[in-house]
């Protein structure tokens, strides 16, 4: 695992930026997993600025995924991990809609969304690079303490922490959703690279348990542990716990 403790939150996002440019002028069509919340923003923010300089690869051949979906969201809502994808990166680098997948939260299909999620994934020969963020409780996607270490795409439920963490999305605590569908641990270890930036020393007591502290499913980051290839990349307030 490499450790990559930033000075600014910009040297994180340009280190990070670089990382999936590098990869996508390597392997033209890439896949790419893609996290939503906040940490990732500025990496998308200096992905975008590159694209629209002319100063990145050409992303006509990639295709991505997102890494989990709130449940009961009307369709469209802005604040749906799809909608949200494409508005802060994929519209921007000229993805178009068919390309990017996600979790399908349509209620009549949900008892199978998680099998055909991981199914797509499959097909598309898995994710060659996945940006994370990581929840304050340690949570990686929607897999919140306790998650099998081993688990699949399927139906979770939030923790009331995560919740109050995410309401600042939406109108109204009332409005977070209660379910998700979210990649399980198992599926992201099985992405070729894990690249998870954290921001914020809000996250410093979740890092240092996932990075220095036991495998645990109590902190389900520190699966992180059992991948062969994960990019860790801390503001200075992130790192602090380390
Ligand atoms: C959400 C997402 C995670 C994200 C985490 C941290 O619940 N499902 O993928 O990593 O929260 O979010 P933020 O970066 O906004 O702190």
Do not use: W
């Not at 949570?139 to 306790?146: D, R, T």
């Not at 939406?170 to 921001?199: C, K, M, N, Y």
Request: proline letters at 9%; one cysteine or more.
């Amino acid at each position: 695992m490499e450790v990559v403790p930033c000075p600014s939150v910009d040297a994180l996002a340009a280190l990070a930026a670089d990382a999936v440019e590098a990869l996508v002028r390597a392997r033209p069509d890439a896949v790419l997993g893609l996290a939503t919340g906040s940490s990732p923003l500025p990496v998308y923010r200096e992905l975008v600025a590159r694209h629209r300089a002319g100063a990145g690869p050409s992303y006509d051949a990639v295709s991505a995924f997102t890494l989990d979906e709130y449940v009961g969201l009307p369709l469209g809502h802005p604040e749906s991990y799809r909608a949200t994808i494409a508005r802060e990166l994929t519209d921007d680098l000229g993805l178009p809609p068919e390309r990017v997948h996600g979790p399908d939260p349509a209620p009549d299909a949900l008892p199978t969304a998680g099998e055909r999620y991981e199914r797509a994934l499959q097909q598309a020969g898995g994710v060659d690079l996945q940006v994370l963020g990581i929840g304050t409780d340690g949570h990686l996607a929607f897999n919140e303490p306790g998650s099998s270490l081993a688990s699949l795409t399927r139906i979770k439920t939030l923790t009331e922490q995560t919740r109050q963490d995410n309401a600042r999305f939406f109108e109204s605590p009332d409005e977070v959703p209660r379910h998700v569908l979210t990649q399980g641990l198992g599926t992201i270890l099985r992405a070729r690279h894990l690249l998870l930036v954290a921001v914020g020393s809000a996250k410093a007591a979740a890092v240092a348990a996932a990075l220095e502290g036991p495998l645990s499913a109590s902190c389900p980051a520190s699966v992180l542990q059992l991948h062969p290839h994960v990019t860790v990349l801390l503001d200075p307030g992130a790192a602090g716990g380390l």
